[in-house]
DNA sequence: GTCTGCATGTAACTGGTTACATGATTAT
DNA sequence: ATAATCATGTAACCAGTTACATGCAGAC
């Protein structure tokens, strides 16, 4: 997939301007779908020129005028056909994995100050996510697209939670390492 | 980042083959960055215009003759210097959230199928991943580029367990509301 | 005779990022 | 004054995917 089943799983919820879906990819969706505001104007437009989604201009005093999106029913069709199909490979690509694993090649200590604001960062987003859960009072009662909503909420936060978890593992690995460093030019990498 | 960094990592650590870096990102590094053979000959080939890796023609007796990559002493500084520099901002790209938030407009027993491939896929990594753990019985002794390794999969590994996890609940939610569920045409999702 | 592994790539395309561009309103 | 919010986009570029292309060796 890409960008264009977040849009249209978004306008399926409520229309909505392209300003105001790049907001949510700065935010709610953003979370596990990222996208900058120019990207979802031109997907929009693409959606538009295949005929998935239509919009209504509408004039604002002393703003300018909004687009304000809704999916046609070929969008809706596409919509329905897509969440069928089965998801397509998982790709991870974690550039923080690879600067670990390059440590030695440079400044183990940068990479240390690396980890430690990724912690920090996840540590944010659990809380935020953690926040969002409390709209769920009692999750066992929930049913349809609101159960949907928070099984995805509940996958952010276990993320968040494991990232957390190993980034301190990371820390207190590299930090043990070096306070038992031996001198230079000693290689121990196969010790 | 991009890929460039992840093969300079791998060419640091040993010389090797557009072949053999191609099947590494479908094994070892693939785990953590992917990459198709296609892609990862067209950075070779920039990477060498760029002066960061140098390589031999090797003939072979039967075999199309290969060209074995080293890092140059520019590549071996960039890598130096792109490990000092802190990590780009995290974008996470997760397909099977946005249908599991968007099951509503579709198929909900295709998604159950869905998540449950998914769960199978990381139970199969999780299970690889504890294997190669075996090969460090000795975790807290552990230093420099070994240790960092064994970091990085501690990561495959927590990633994973928590992927299975989530999955797990995903699929006893999904499958609750289904048996509780109510006659068509009644709308829950707000309930 | 078919498939897998070794070994290399090119070409066309799609998806996504970065830089640039405009302009009013409201809050500090 | 300055910054943030609302609201839209274009242009150039870079990263990555998919399809196409070649050819030998060895196993089944």
């Not at 999750?139 to 697209?145: I, K």
């Amino acid at each position: 997939m890409s960008i264009e089943h977040a849009i249209l799983t978004s306008l399926a919820e409520r229309p909505g301007t392209g300003y105001e879906l790049s907001r949510q990819f700065d935010r709610s969706i953003g979370h596990f779908w990222s996208a900058t505001h120019q990207q979802t104007y031109k997907t929009l437009k693409k959606l538009h020129d295949q005929g998935l989604v239509e919009f209504q201009t509408v004039p604002q005093d002393g703003r300018p005028d909004k687009k304000v999106y809704t999916l046609s029913e070929a969008g809706r069709r596409e919509l329905r056909d897509w969440v069928g199909r089965p998801a397509g490979a998982w790709r991870l690509r974690d550039e923080l994995s690879v600067k670990i694993r390059a440590a030695s090649f440079g400044d183990v200590e940068a990479v240390i100050a690396t980890v430690k604001a990724r912690r920090e960062l996840f540590a944010d987003y659990l809380a935020a996510y953690e926040g969002y859960a409390d709209e769920f009072p009692d999750p066992a009662s929930l049913h349809g697209s609101k159960l949907h909503r928070y099984l995805v909420l509940r996958g952010g936060i276990t993320l968040a939670d494991a990232m957390v978890a190993w980034c301190d593992e990371v820390i207190a690995g590299l930090e043990s390492d070096r306070v038992s460093e031996q001198p230079p030019g000693h290689d121990r990498s196969d010790e």
